[in-house]
Structure formats: C-alpha cells, structure tokens
C-alpha cells in the first residue's frame, strides 16, 4: 500500500535528514521521531545514515514512477532535493555510505531524473594538462561524476552499487551524453579480476541494453536484488509449473524432470523491460565495446570481463533482436575463449555455449555441436585475433622456469618473475640473450598446444551442459564422440575428468553396453593415441586401455592383440614417467589378458594356439632384446607363465624358437659388468674360473632356465626335428658364456629325460659339441660340453 502523498513527503524528509541531508542526521543524536520512535532501535551514526539512505532510495524513487493524474507521484522538486541529498553522501569518504548513495540514486535514475541543469560550457578552453573543474551542484553532470568516482573505487563492494545504478540510470532514459560517460566508466572497470565485480557490470550492461524480464515496478517495488536471482527464480517457478503439469498429465517423474529441464520456447519467453531505453546507439556501442575492443584483447583479465558481460548478455536479455541476430559470432566468441588460459573465462564461454545452444535455430544448433566435437577430439581451435602485447601472458605464472643461474639473475634484476618466463617481452629477450631467437617458434607452438587442451576442457564444460538438452541430434556423432570421452576420463588433469564425466552421464544411459557395441571404435582411437606426441594423450590412453582390456574375451580382442602389446612395451619405455606408470598398469593388464587366452584350463586349444601365435614373436623378439630392463623382465615373465600354463600340443610349435631365444638371452640379460670383471680378473685378484662358475650357477636358477626346462618337457618327435638345427646354430655362432655353457647343459638335461627322441639325431649333437669343445677358449664352456658329448654319446651307439 502507498502512504498518502503528504505522508510521503513527510517520510522522505525524515529519511533525508537521518540520511545527512544539510548535515542533520548524520552526526546529531538528537534526532526526534514524532510518530512514535520507529528509528529508536537504531543506535550508531553509521547505521542511521546506511538505512535512512537505502529507504530514502526506494521511497523516492517509488513515488517517481506513480501516475502524476491520481497525485501519487513527488512533485519534480521533491526528487530533485533528494538526488541532491544522495549525490552529497556519494562523495564522501566512507566508500559503503559512498555506494548506498550510489544505489539509490541508481534507483531514482530507474523511475527517470528529474530535470536538471546542466553545467555551462567554459568561456575559455581549458589547457590539456589541467583537469576540467567539478560540476556545480545540483547539476546532472555532478550526478554522473559522482556515480564514476564510486565506480573507481578500490571497494569492490561499493563499485559493484555504482555500476548497477549506472546501467539503471542509462535504463531510465537519461541522454545520450551522460550514457555515454557512464558507458566508458563501466567498460575502464574490464580490468578488475573480482568475479562479483564483472557480474555487477554485466547486470548493468544488460539494462543500458534493454531487454531484460524485471520492469522498473519489480525492481523499486518488488523483492528484485539482481538479475541473476530474478533469472533463477523465474526458472524455478517455470519448472515447478513444468513439473505440475506433467504430474496432471499422469507422466512418471522422470518425464517431469526431464520437462523441467526443457529450455524456455521462445513464445514464453518473458516480456522485455517495461522502461524507456536510449535508443539503439548504447546497443552498438556495448556490443562494438565488446567484439571489438575487449573480448579479443591481450590482457586476459580483459577477455574475462568481456566474457562475463556477453554472457550476462545472452542470458538476461536472451530475446533481443539484435543479440538473436548475432548468435552466429556469439556463438564463435564463446568458442575461442573455450582455450583460454583463464579458468574463469573457460567458465563463463563454457557457460555461454549452452545458452547459445538453446537459444540458436536447427542448423545453429548442429554447427555448435559439430565445432565442440571437434575441439574435443583434439582440432586445432580457430585462431583468436588476439594481439601481441610485450605485457601479453603467452604462459601462465611458473609454467616455464629458467634453470640457467645467469638468466635468472637477469630475469630478477629486470624486474621479472625470477626466473620464470610467462610474459611475451619476457621470452622475447631470453631467446635473444641465448642466440637462438627462432625458439620464440617453439614457445608459440608450446602456447598453442597448452590453448587446446584448455579448449578440450572448456568445451567439455559446455558440452556436458547441453547434451541432455540436444537429444537425438547427439545420435549421429555418438560413434565418434564414445572414443574420445571414454579416453578422456582417464586424463591427467582431475578437472578435465570431471568435465568428460559429466557428459559421459548424459550421452550414455548404459556404459558397457555401450563400450561393448563399440568396442573396436575405442580399441582403435586408444591404440592410436598411445603413439601421440603429446604425453596427456599416451598417459590417458594406456589408462583407459588398462581399463577397458579387463576381463575381455578372444574374439574381442584378437585383431587388436599384437599392436595392444607394441603399445604396452613402447610404454613401459616412455620418456614421461607418468607415461611409463600408466603403461606399467596396462603391461599388467595385458600380461594377465594373455596369460588367461593362454591358458588350457580356461581357454579353447585352438585360441590359445592363435594367441601364442600373435603374442611369441612380439616376446622373444622385441621383448627380450629389448635394452630395457623392464621390457625383458616383462617378457620373460610372459614366456614362463605362457610355458607354464599352455598346453603341449598349443606350444609345439613355438617351442624351437622359443629354446633358442631363451639360450641367448642368458647372456644378453646377464648384467654387462660381469664382462668387463672376468676380463680384468687377475688385476683385481679374482680367480677368473671361481667368477666362470658363479655366473654359470646364476643363469641355471634364472627364470631362463626354469622357462627352458619347462619347455623341455613339450618336446616331442616332430619338434626335436626342428629344435637340433637351432641348437648347433647356438653353439657355433652363440656370444656369451653363458649361452653357450648353458646350450650344452640343455643338451645334457635334453638326453637325460628324453633320451629316445635325441637317438635319431645323435650324429648332428655330436659333430655340434666335439667342435664347440674343440673351438671354446673357456674351460667352463669346454668342460659342459664335453659332458654333453658324454650325454649324446650314450645314444649314438645307435644312430
């Protein structure tokens, strides 16, 4: 209800007076209230004076927007006088009574000024070094001063006032002129990095552009505080109407929820602001403020604000004709600030991509999924006009250090970052320091790669918010967009996850069934990647890999097997330690996966023979010749456990390479030092036959040794036809002691426990061991093979 207009006046001036109008109220305490104390529960100056200016605010403001035919509205003074009062408080000192000043006169602004004065122009031009004179009071020119001398503030709070009440006041209709300062001043504020300021200017740009749901009534009148909760209530109360509706329809709750969800229809989008705005020059000149100038500049604090505001923009004046015609370079503005450095700005781009999304036509909405499907799958992102400053951050504070002890010193006596490089000036002079000015390339390219995986991230963001919204049209890309998000929730980076989880929840209802019925796509994208120049992608890869081979079947995984194991040793031997942990996880995996195909007791024979067909060569001959111990160790432990558990008649046929690679490899995986000990055994007083020994009893309880003799026990007549020829071929061109003592003691062992198979070829074993004997310097090597001799010789009475 609205007090009578004598009350009202009375009430003004009763605020006015606390509020510190003529210098009453704000410092007496003598200040009496006729109608029965309702301030006597108010103590302090400062409270008197914060509250009075508040209510002052609204009241007068409230009454300026009554109709003046029913006498409900102030007279033109009476509003005049109180501006007078807030412009006072606005140039104090306290910057919180300095910002309550501003709000209110933000909110008469709203209602429309009252006719004011204007300063006179000088009678002689001012100098350019002098600042021009303030305006005299009671002026509109002081009344906009004053709102920009709270807006430059360093209380965030008090700017935060002093924007919002500059966008009321262009909103209500002031001249181009005084918008067009107030403009400039909200626009200087870009460089702010409060989150809560940037909101505050983008709320303000909104109403100087029109457009926006709250009339000025819901704002002076109402329980308005900003746009963003006005916005939110409003979605709250459509979903809950959303919800009833389909209760009364008789649908489920999930068919509720997902109607709740459903974006705003164009024909219920809520009616623009119901107060006079400038005319069209503010839009051009907020929008050419923000493609032109902000959203594109060096200075990424910059490219944050103008972020904010457009999205501010798009979300509470989402109807405008103008911004609807501009959805296509919105829709590209969100897009490139996806990779930028600033996680805020991610955010908010990230944010304004979904809302572009519900706000675009059909083919909008397909060019916006088809452009974040290929910055997730790793396209380079379209080029940013952004200009090179020397001030411009290239890097990220701490991203590249300098380890030269020179050049740190340097770096921290010409004001840097002591010895970390992030600015373009900064990298600039190191590579000319060094002589080598064409890295400035390679820490360009650096720069490049570190923007698309922040693009990957921030559109992942965007993506995750709109993929429930985009329904079947997410249908044709599902065959490629599985791989990439399956491999991404394996990254390195958690926020990357969380993102690439989120989306995951809303395009797959099902996940294994949907690994399942594209299981080769993501075999094929993930063993791709395991060979990627950049290291996120091979750690993320040989994880997701690990994961997704767990438990798999034969069929599955036969075309995949050979390059799933180049893909584990290569790795293992990755120059990233994080890569080689990841691909350790993933040998393990794929050691368990073979072992189990191998196996007789839980595989069918013919599997296991096709599995040690594809896994042996890749084994003997680039596992256990590998230089890298980890790579040997990984192979021989395959090689024993395969042994071990396949079947005789599925190993047969491997065993003869199988026996000969083994026997090298006692020498080959023998620690080299041992060589260059037995060479100079005499000067260190070692006895070079004790050495011989010891290191012939080491390679017999190696796992070499106990994979040979287990192999030994598959040898059978067809086998032993195969496996002599490899034999003599070890003993005339092995290197090693140990290979060749060993070859001889396996013939040994051989014509022990399966004397009748070596009777047939006792002539070739013969003639093999009596030169091996003869030609060996090595008493050690020449004493084992003369035992053989002796073994053979038993058999070859008979041959």
Known sequence: ??????????????????????????????????????????????????????????????????????????????????????????????????????????????????????????????????????????????VVERLLKVMRLSDEGAAQRAARAAGYVIAGGCEWCDAEKLLDGLFRMSRRKSEETQLAVGEALCFAFGGVAPSATDVLLGSFTTLEGANKLRLGEDAADAEARGRSAGETGETAKSAAAAPIPAAAAPAAMAVPTPNDTACECILSAIFDTYLYSSRPEERCAACTWLLALVTHARRHEKLVSMLPEIQEAFGSLLGDQNELTQEMASRGV????????????????????????????????????????????????????????????????????????????????????????????????????????GAAFGFASIAKRAGDALAPHLAKLLPKLYRMQHDPSPKMQEAVKGIWVAVVDDPKAAVDAHFAAVMEDLLAECGSRTWRSRQSAASALAELLSGRRFAEVEPFLERVWTASLRSVDDIKETVREAGKALCRTTRGLTVRLCDAHHSDPAEARRTITVVAPILLQQGLLSPVKEIQSLAM????????????????????????????ALSSMEDSRLNYIEQHAPAIGVSAERLEHARLQSSKASPMGETLDVLMGHVDEATMTELVPQLGSVLRSGVGLNTRAGTCRFISRLCLRRGSLVRPHAGKLFKALLAAAAA???????SAAVSATAAVARHATEA
């Open 1 to 142: 209800l609205r007090p009578a207009p004598a009350a009202a006046s009375a009430l003004l001036d009763e605020l006015l007076a606390l509020a510190g109008e003529g210098g009453a109220g704000a410092g007496s305490h003598a200040s009496s209230d006729e109608r029965g104390g309702v301030f006597d529960a108010v103590h302090g100056r400062f409270e008197h004076q914060d509250g009075a200016l508040r209510a002052a605010g609204f009241v007068a403001a409230s009454g300026a927007i009554g109709d003046a035919g029913d006498g409900k509205t102030f007279p033109p003074e009476t509003i005049a006088r109180a501006l007078r009062a807030f412009v006072a408080v606005a140039g104090c000192k306290n910057p919180t009574l300095a910002g309550t000043a501003a709000e209110a006169i933000g909110h008469v602004g709203l209602a429309g000024l009252p006719p004011l004065p204007r300063t006179p122009p000088p009678a002689e031009k001012p100098e350019k070094d002098l600042s021009p004179p303030p305006a005299p009071e009671g002026t509109v020119d002081l």
């Open 637 to 664: 432990d395959v090689l024993m456990r395969v042994a071990k558990h396949a079947g005789s008649a599925e190993i047969r046929p491997f065993v003869p390479e199988m026996v000969k690679c083994l026997l090298e």
């Open 354 to 457: 979904s809302v572009v999304y519900e706000l675009g036509t059909e083919a909008q909405r397909k060019e916006l999924l088809g452009s974040l499907m290929g910055t997730l799958s790793g396209e380079k992102p379209k080029r940013r006009r952004v200009k090179l400053a020397d001030d411009t951050a290239v890097f990220s504070e701490g991203a590249v250090r300098v380890d030269d002890e020179a050049l740190k010193k340097k770096d921290e006596g010409g004001g840097g970052s002591g010895g970390s490089l992030s600015t373009y000036k900064e990298l600039c002079s190191i590579v000319t320091d060094i002589g080598q000015p064409d890295l400035i390339y390679k820490f360009m390219d650096l720069a490049n790669y570190q923007a698309m995986l922040n693009s990957s991230r």
């Open 776 to 782: 060996d310097k090595s008493q050690s090597v020449t």
